[in-house]
């Protein structure tokens, strides 16, 4: 599986974006995916999972309620939808992917064997 992200950019605080992952295999045969990011001198963090049947679903603390993910897997695509960005969500954040059918969604960087390349999310004050 190779992912490709997207949907990056410069915008202000309190914007809105919507990153898209593309998978160039099926993802609808039982892979978990997600997004993480990091931010300049920082370590990288989870964002936001969903398991392989979509009935689940996890997000970090600092954007739950403003970040959506969501996927679809008859265009093995997966998306994340960012409201009232702020500058402290600044990064490049990956889209990742995991074979596995668990039930819940992990948040260990060490679980998804697939990465993609990233996309620069910058936010101004």
């Known amino acids: 599986v190779q992912l490709q992200a997207s949907g990056g950019g410069l915008v202000q605080a309190g914007d809105s974006l919507r990153l898209s992952c593309a998978a160039s295999?099926?993802?609808?045969?039982?892979?978990?995916v997600g997004w993480f990011r990091r931010a300049p001198g920082k370590e990288r963090e989870f964002v936001s999972g969903?398991?392989?049947?979509?009935?689940?679903?996890a997000y970090a603390d600092s954007v739950k309620g403003r970040f959506t993910i969501s996927r679809d897997n008859t265009n093995n695509s997966v998306y994340l939808q960012m409201n009232n960005l702020k500058p402290e969500d600044t990064a490049v954040y990956y889209c990742?992917?995991?074979?596995?059918?668990?039930?819940?969604?992990?948040?260990?960087?060490?679980?998804?064997?697939?990465w993609g390349q990233g996309t620069q999310v910058t936010v101004s004050s």
């Open positions: 990742v992917a995991a074979l596995n059918r668990l039930s819940w969604v992990s948040s260990e960087a060490t679980r998804y064997r697939y």
């Open positions: 295999g099926r993802i609808n045969g039982g892979y978990a």
């Open positions: 969903i398991n392989w049947s979509g009935g689940s679903t």
